[in-house]
């Protein structure tokens, strides 16, 4: 039996941000392993605590290529990240609970960086899933497991993006009676493959909160505050890291799994604090 951390999407662009992520696991973490998936050869030279590179060749389908990088994954337990995210607070012990639990578990909510929960319908592509499955799914960070049939999950998944076609599922589905399938949207993205999945194979997906979600993207909806839906957060919220790598927002310390998205609040003061902590 092996537990990992697996993370996905890595390229030369976001190396900055995949080493901060790798930095800040090994900082709460210190045992098992961290793998990452690659679209391009030899990043592991640049990066410290990587204990294996898998090269995927990229697909220009995104979503089919996300599924296969988590069928990649070396481990027989993962739990699997984005890049564009940095981990300042996680208890190592919720892989007891982990262990026990379904062959996928994806966390169940979110926050904003003040604590407030944020909602599906903030997002575009959330309240297009809230819309056709009554929820979404954030896979921010998603833990699967392989003894518990997860590749079969994943397999489906990838095979369902990789074939999709609008009109082609539009009119299978339309000749069938009783028809309960949501609308099929133009192009598939990985969370809209999961609320399916979850919703056809719920006795293999859970929702968990394992991990605390702090999201600053874009909210394209949020129509009671503009800002969000038209700018990103460096650009409205006042922000600092200090010397001891706490990242602070509007005088909130942020401990969980922050979802920052974009890197221009990474300036050169902020990753040396950053790099000091978590060196």
């Known amino acids: 039996m092996t537990e990992g951390y697996l993370i996905v999407n890595c390229t030369m662009k976001n190396l900055t941000q995949v080493e901060l992520l790798i930095k800040s696991i090994r900082w709460f973490d210190k045992h098992r392993p961290i793998s990452i998936i690659t679209h391009e050869d030899n990043l592991k030279k640049y990066l410290l605590y990587i204990d294996e590179e898998i090269y995927l060749k990229p697909n220009k389908i995104l979503t089919a290529t996300y599924f296969h990088s988590l069928l990649a994954s070396p481990y027989t337990k993962t739990i699997a990240f984005n890049p564009d995210q940095i981990l300042t607070n996680f208890n190592i012990d919720v892989w007891e609970n982990l262990r026990g639990m379904n062959s996928i578990v994806m966390p169940k909510t979110k926050s904003?960086?003040?604590?407030?929960?944020?909602?599906?319908?903030?997002?575009?592509h959330g309240s297009i899933e809230q819309k056709s499955f009554g929820e979404g799914s954030i896979i921010d960070a998603i833990f699967f497991n392989k003894d518990k049939g997860c590749d079969y999950v994943f397999g489906m998944a990838a095979l369902i993006s990789y074939y999709y076609n609008q009109n082609q599922f539009i009119d299978f589905f339309a000749d069938k009676e009783n028809n309960v399938m949501p609308p099929f949207p133009k192009y598939l993205w990985p969370e809209w493959v999961m609320s399916l999945m979850y919703k056809i194979l719920e006795l293999k997906i859970t929702k968990f909160d394992f991990i605390n979600l702090i999201d600053l993207s874009?909210?394209?909806n949020n129509y009671t505050n503009n800002k969000w839906s038209s700018m990103t957060w460096p650009e409205f919220l006042s922000y600092w890291v200090n010397e001891q790598g706490d990242i602070k927002i509007e005088n909130y310390v942020q401990l969980g799994l922050v979802k920052y998205n974009t890197s221009a609040w990474l300036t050169d003061s902020t990753l040396i604090n950053l790099r000091k902590k978590f060196i």
């Open 218 to 220: 874009v909210r394209e």
């Open 112 to 124: 904003n960086f003040n604590g407030d929960l944020l909602d599906y319908s903030l997002y575009t």
